[in-house]
Nanobody, 123 residues
Framework: VLLQASGGGLVQAGGSLRLSCAGS????????MGWFRQGPGKEREFVAA????????YYANSVKGRFTISRDNAKNTVYLQMASLKPEDTAVYYC?????????????????WGQGTLVTVSS
């Protein structure tokens, strides 16, 4: 599956932003989808994941209560709604796809990656 992330930009602290990740192909609904981010000088870290039919959702503690992951399989798209943004949320955000709902926080378990979209939160 090919993934295309979009929606990044510059936002002030406390603001909101919605990222989208569009997938190609008719098998999008067979994938677990995740969002990861990589800040300046940092390793790629897990943000959120959603299972094929949205029955399972998991968030990193750092974004829990502020970010919401969702998907629309009819549109082959997964979203990351981000609110109450902080400067430390500044990063390139990547969407990724994998098969089964297992080890969803590990970037190495994902098979497909989008190109990333930059989110900058100013203080």
């Amino acid at each position: 599956v090919l993934l295309q992330a979009s929606g990044g930009g510059l936002v002030q602290a406390g603001g909101s932003l919605r990222l989208s990740c569009a997938g190609s192909g008719r098998t999008f609904n067979s994938y677990t989808m995740g969002w990861f981010r990589q800040g300046p000088g940092k390793e790629r870290e897990f943000v959120a994941a959603v299972s094929r039919n949205s029955d399972n959702i998991y968030y990193a503690n750092s974004v829990k209560g502020r970010f919401t992951i969702s998907r629309d399989n009819a549109k082959n798209t997964v979203y990351l709604q981000m609110a109450s943004l902080k400067p430390e949320d500044t990063a390139v955000y990547y969407c990724a796809a994998k098969g089964i709902w297992m080890s969803v926080t590990g970037p190495g378990s994902y098979d497909y990656w989008g190109q990333g979209t930059l989110v900058t939160v100013s203080s």
